[in-house]
């Protein structure tokens, strides 16, 4: 028998969403309903933003954050393998002490690291709850006057970790890459016990934010250890954060400008050496600073740049992937040195009135976005099915890829910037506020307050606290990387009322003060006659990416270019991305009549044919992102769709197999890449 979830069936169905939220919304901002009081503003208490001679910098669980490496020479215990799982759909475990190094877990299941539980038994495919898991480990004891970290790439979506029956931390958040100093934590020279306690239940101020009771994500709600978890051992003076922009010049040149800050976990004053290197992807020296020698408090920071002119430097972009160049920060402190490094490329993203341009060239997307979901492993995605996923986007033509709906595995960046495929990438600030018709379909009385407050979420002080840390988290863990050319805010958050602007205009302000040049954006949610009549935040974003889904949710295929005329008419200096579209085919299903009915094959190709068709006649659009790569599980697909829990939306199947859409898409691309050479 499936373990029941935590939360209540229901939520939010997909067919006819789009219509529900619409009628009801505009129906309340028109009457001016008002929305409850805001809720009492909260802290997050474990993370700061703090500024280093002019840097800021994100300062969390007692420590800077984090720069990810792509090479380091860093003594790294890797904990991935078999650990012991649990499940505790009654919340037993806190009480019952499951955190404590001497309990039994004999009984509990070999569950594999990185993994999550949805794919480990078919009776937690559909589990919502807490879940434990727990492993021991051996600390080599020539670790014990270094500075040790654990690491995680991804857990969650809440999780509280206890290391030798101490809880040490705690983080909000599936996607995003953190760390907690464990340097004092380790017992050196024997083993260690982990456990480390994850939950997949949404909240009201989480994110993704919970929209309604029993609301499911528009994705599932995998959970666990999903991505990398090691022990990362560095010298007590390391570099904690590097931040580098690198621009194509004239003539073959380059601009360098580089800025890393360098942390002394140690308590007392000592002095660093910094050197700064710049080599080609064969390890020929191209650039290097020279020394700086630096003073640096107990427990401070340090800011080094270095900037500098280069010749013989080829910018990076799609047709010219390998123009990659290596850039090494060596650090030498008085117990040890380090040598650490990242692959970045000379670009220039920009925005000119309607138009984007990369390396000063018109840059059109022909794109798609994408889940992480793998048939077979869920949201952890193996080496070859990275690979795979690659070798059908080249093949597709594809020049971009929008990773929906949240920061995905930097394993998968690394692989955009070898194939020169642009990545706009996005934090998980998911239809906020657009559960409102669920509370007063379930409240019945609209005006009484109740736990999921109408029209408020948005305005939620801890939300925005939580969505801002993701922000930085994964601006911080992903800035260097040559294909992040945007960011995105958040996807289909209401946009129709005030609040929404407010925290839009909170992530926009500390994006802009971590990552000044990069280009943002967000998905608005779209519909018919109110959209965009009653948008309140597109003219904040540099390029204003619009979900549609004409032919499909709404309307016929052909309303989209009017849709588009209006967005431009309000926006007329703004170029307009067309961020999802499309239809549902499941695949193998065929009608091949004239007006083929929804779910087959063949619909799906006229919906991506006509929208496609639409957007070419206008020269205001930038490009398209259909909406999806493969089909991928939602909970909020019911017995009414195909396949069951199934989103097929996708130009191949959950399995892989091409779709009649994929060959569309691949033509329909070519023809625009022949075009644009």
Avoid at 245 to 257: H, I, M, S, T, V
Avoid at 552 to 567: I, N, Q, S, T
Avoid at 598 to 626: A, D, H
């Amino acid at each position: 028998m499936a373990l029941k979830a935590d939360q209540a069936e229901g939520g939010i169905k997909e067919d006819g969403i789009m219509r529900r939220i619409f009628l009801v919304l505009t129906g309340l901002i028109l009457i001016g309903i008002i929305s409850p009081q805001d809720a009492r503003p909260t802290s997050s208490g474990y993370y700061q933003i703090r500024d280093a001679e002019g840097v800021p910098y994100l300062f969390e669980n007692g420590m800077p954050y984090f720069t990810r490496f792509q090479e380091t020479d860093h003594e790294i215990l890797d904990l991935s393998g078999i650990w012991k799982f649990q499940p505790d759909p009654g919340a037993r475990g806190k009480s019952e002490g499951w955190y404590e190094p001497d309990y039994d877990d004999s009984g509990w299941f070999d569950h594999p690291i990185p993994g999550v539980w949805q794919a480990q038994k078919d009776e937690w495919v559909e589990y919502i709850g807490h879940g434990w898991y727990r492993r021991s480990f051996n600390v080599p004891e020539g670790l014990r006057a270094r500075f040790n970290r654990l690491v995680l790439d991804g857990a969650g979506f809440q999780t509280r970790v206890w290391l030798n029956g101490r809880e040490i931390g705690r983080h909000d958040g599936n996607y995003s890459r953190w760390s907690l100093d464990v340097s004092e934590e380790l017992r050196y020279g024997e083993d260690n016990q982990i456990t480390v306690w994850i939950s997949n239940l949404l909240s009201y101020c989480g994110v993704p934010p919970c929209l309604s009771p029993g609301h499911r994500l528009g994705w599932w709600e995998f959970a666990g250890i999903g991505r990398l978890v090691q022990i990362e051992s560095s010298p007590h003076i390391t570099v904690s954060k590097l931040a580098v922009k690198a621009q194509p010049l004239e003539k073959g040149k380059g601009r360098l400008e580089v800025v890393s800050l360098i942390y002394n976990h140690g308590e007392s004053e000592d002095i660093a050496r910094v050197k700064i290197e710049l080599e080609s992807l064969s390890g020929r020296i191209i650039a290097r600073s020279n020394y700086y020698e630096e003073v640096i408090s107990g427990r401070g920071v340090n800011v080094v740049r270095w900037n500098d002119e280069l010749d013989g430097i080829l910018p990076w972009s799609p047709e010219d992937p390998g123009n990659r160049y290596r850039l090494i920060l060596n650090v030498v402190g008085p117990d040890g040195s380090e040598r650490q490094g990242h692959e970045i490329g000379f670009k220039n993203f920009e925005v000119r009135e309607t138009r984007l341009y990369l390396n000063d060239k018109p840059y059109y997307i022909r794109g798609l976005n994408r889940h992480e979901d793998d048939p077979e492993t869920g949201l952890y995605q193996g080496d070859a099915r990275l690979k795979e996923d690659i070798a059908f986007l080249k093949d597709l033509h594809v020049n971009h890829i929008r990773g929906a709906h949240y920061p995905n595995d930097p394993r998968w960046l690394d692989i955009l910037d070898q194939a020169g495929i642009s990545f706009c990438e996005e934090i998980p600030l998911y239809q906020a506020d657009s559960g409102s018709h669920a509370f007063y379909k379930r409240e019945k009385n609209p005006l009484r307050p109740g736990r999921f407050q109408p029209l408020s979420q948005q305005k939620n002080p801890e939300l925005i606290a939580n969505a801002l840390q993701q922000l930085l988290e994964t601006i911080e863990r992903d800035r260097n990387h040559a294909c992040v050319i945007m960011w995105s805010m958040g996807n289909e958050n209401l946009t129709y009322i005030p609040s929404s602007r407010r925290i839009y205009e909170a992530e926009i302000e500390a994006a802009r003060r971590f990552d000044p040049d990069r280009v943002l954006t967000w998905a608005l949610l779209s519909g018919p006659v109110i959209s965009p009549l009653l948008e309140r935040t597109a003219d904040l974003a540099d390029v204003i990416s619009i979900n549609q889904y004409y032919g499909w949710y709404v309307g016929k295929v052909e309303g989209a270019g009017p849709l588009f005329d209006r967005f431009h008419k309000k926006y007329p200096t703004k170029p307009l991305l067309i961020s999802e579209f499309g239809a549902d085919a499941s695949y193998g299903r065929h009608d091949e009549s004239e007006k083929p009915e929804k779910f087959s094959e063949e619909y799906q190709v006229y919906i991506l044919e006509n929208t496609w068709k639409q957007m070419l006649n206008r020269p205001f659009i930038v490009g398209g992102m259909p909406w999806i790569f493969a089909d991928f599980r939602c909970g909020w697909y019911g017995k009414m769709h195909p396949v069951f829990h199934m989103n097929e939306k996708g130009v191949l199947s959950h399995d892989r197999r091409r779709k009649l859409g994929y060959e569309a898409l691949k033509q329909i691309y070519a023809g625009i890449e022949d075009k644009q050479k």
